[in-house]
């Protein structure tokens, strides 16, 4: 079993900062990738950025170049800073952790960017 915690959800004034961080524990020996996903209301589920175990990086076109993903392998926590946040990205963002036959998922954070 694998536990994801995230944190750092909250408001946000449009053009600022966040960094939402997920904090994984348990059998970890089988995750190849974890990523965010976020859930804004009355939208289905969308990918954000995942990341490897190797390091690679993928990302929604919306987020390239303002959301960098990254981790920390020491801590098992995976990062997303959301830079120049828009109101668009007002939803609940969830972690995601890609294992061989199954996948998990965090109980989510909250973003509300508003002024």
């Known amino acids: 079993q694998v536990q994801l915690v995230e944190s750092g959800g909250g408001l946000v004034q449009p053009g600022g900062s966040l960094r939402l961080s997920c904090a994984a524990s348990?059998?970890?020996?089988?995750?190849?990738?974890m990523g965010w996903y976020r859930q804004a209301p009355g939208n289905l589920r969308e990918l954000v950025a995942t990341?490897?175990?190797?390091?690679?990086?993928h990302y929604v076109d919306s987020v390239k170049g303002r959301f960098p993903i990254s981790r920390d392998n020491a801590k098992n926590t995976v990062y997303l800073q959301m830079n120049s946040v828009q109101a668009e990205a007002t939803a609940v963002y969830y972690c995601?952790?890609?294992?061989?036959?199954?996948?998990?998922w965090g109980q989510g954070t909250p973003v509300t960017v508003s002024s």
């Open positions: 995601h952790a890609a294992a061989a036959r199954r996948s998990y």
């Open positions: 348990g059998s970890l020996f089988n995750i190849y990738a």
């Open positions: 990341i490897s175990s190797g390091g690679n990086t």
